[in-house]
Nanobody
């Protein structure tokens, strides 16, 4: 069984920073891409950033000057450092990970439950 759990969300003031973490655990053989998505109020879920097992990353153009994705493979954890936050960043942030378990040779995408980020004064 595999679990993907986000943490680090909450309330931030405009111009502030938050760092989200997402840890994978369970019967994991290998982790490929790890990614962040977000869904704002009344909006569709959108891609924010992803990072490969080798460290190559891709970040949404509109946030790439403010958001940084990184990972600690030993801890099976991906991070999203968010700086200069503004109210438009308010959303539920979701993490996913492409994981191969010890019982299945194929990679499958596992999602976290999401975590709220609210940017408000």
């Amino acid at each position: 069984q595999v679990h993907v759990v986000e943490s680090g969300g909450g309330l931030a003031q405009p111009g502030g920073s938050l760092r989200l973490s997402c840890a994978a655990s369970g019967t994991i053989s290998e982790i490929g891409f790890m990614s962040w998505y977000r869904q704002g109020p009344g909006q569709q879920r959108e891609f924010v950033a992803s990072i490969s097992s080798g460290g190559g990353s891709n970040v949404l153009d509109s946030v790439k000057d403010r958001f940084t994705i990184s990972r600690d493979s030993a801890k099976k954890t991906v991070y999203l450092q968010m700086n200069s936050l503004n109210p438009e960043d308010t959303a539920v942030y979701y993490c996913n990970a492409d994981i191969r378990t010890t019982t299945d040779p194929l990679f499958h995408t596992f999602w976290g439950q999401g975590i709220q980020v609210t940017v408000s004064s």
